[in-house]
């Protein structure tokens, strides 16, 4: 046991650890350990293949992940007013659709009344022959000017032109429907045919050049 001299601290009792830790250890800077560590990282592959929608320097994500990724975004809710310009779209694209089938008569995207074989025969059936009902509109107006001139012989011509017109389509709409609807019976008799009558006398009515969908048979033609 040793004794201490007076006035002086004492002695520390053990053995002098043999490496003491250095204070610039203690206190040195955190960034600098994280700037070496970056240092260090390893270098991804830059051979990877990468997609070309994915960010720069990120491998192409799998095909499941990406399908998973664009069916959550499709899944999205929309608000309110993303709704509302999306169905105008839709809209559009489909009457855009109905015009363009409309004046070349593509099945796939005529409206509902204009779709199926039996419509489409009861068209062909109209266009292909002369129909009284046609002529309609001009002759109304020729009638019409002719009952606004104030003559008496004049008014009493317009009078009995319009009694005769009106008998002639009348007469021509039966012919025709008779027709038609014996010739649907031999075509399709498994198919269901009501309201093709009625379908085809309205199309009678419109001129041939007005009418939609546009005329795919020539006057005389056979349907």
Do not use: C
Request: glycine share 4%; charged share 30%.
């Amino acid at each position: 046991m040793t004794s201490g001299v007076a006035g002086s601290f004492p002695t520390a009792r053990g053995p002098t650890p043999a490496h003491p830790v250095p204070l610039g250890f203690v206190f040195r800077s955190r960034a600098k350990d994280e700037k070496a560590q970056s240092a260090s990282a390893p270098v991804t592959d830059s051979s990877q293949p990468r997609d070309p929608q994915a960010p720069k320097g990120r491998p192409t994500p799998k095909r499941s992940v990406a399908q998973s990724q664009r069916r959550s975004v499709a899944n999205t809710p929309l608000t309110r007013k993303d709704a509302a310009k999306r169905q105008r779209e839709e809209r559009r694209t489909a009457m855009a659709r109905q015009r363009e089938a409309l004046a070349k008569g593509d099945e796939r995207y005529l409206p509902a009344r204009d779709k199926g074989p039996v419509r489409r025969f009861a068209r062909d059936f109209v266009d292909s022959r002369f129909n009284i009902a046609e002529y309609f509109l001009p002759m109304a107006v020729v009638i019409l000017v002719l009952s606004m001139v104030r003559v008496a012989s004049l008014q009493n011509v317009a009078l009995l032109l319009w009694l005769v017109v009106i008998v002639l389509i009348v007469l021509d709409s039966i012919v025709t429907g008779f027709r038609l609807k014996k010739r649907l019976a031999e075509r399709f008799p498994d198919e269901r045919r009501r309201g093709a009558v009625a379908y085809a006398l309205m199309r009678s009515l419109q001129m041939r050049r007005l009418r939609l969908p546009k005329p795919q048979v020539k006057r005389g033609e056979r349907p």
